[in-house]
């Protein structure tokens, strides 16, 4: 048991070994913008949440009325 604990120690440090000095050799761009969350992009998503919910909302308030006349 302590090999494997010894091995899962060894391959964690190893790989933060590797991370950490590929960062310093080639640091991130500061310009590089991807990834990144526009204006824009947010306004469409609420925009396509705003009017999925009111078509749930329409249909289930057919589906409702239209429940209350069956007999």
Avoid: C, Q
């Avoid at 640091?27 to 204006?39: L, N, Q, Y």
């Amino acid at each position: 048991m302590l090999r494997f604990h010894t091995l899962r120690l060894y391959t964690i440090l190893t790989l933060a070994w590797f991370t950490i000095s590929d960062r310093l050799r080639h640091p991130p761009s500061r310009k590089d913008e991807r990834g990144s969350v526009t204006i824009e992009n947010v306004l469409w998503a609420v925009a396509v949440i705003a009017i999925v919910a009111i078509v749930v909302a329409a249909i289930r308030a057919f589906v409702t009325s239209e429940s209350g006349k069956i007999r």
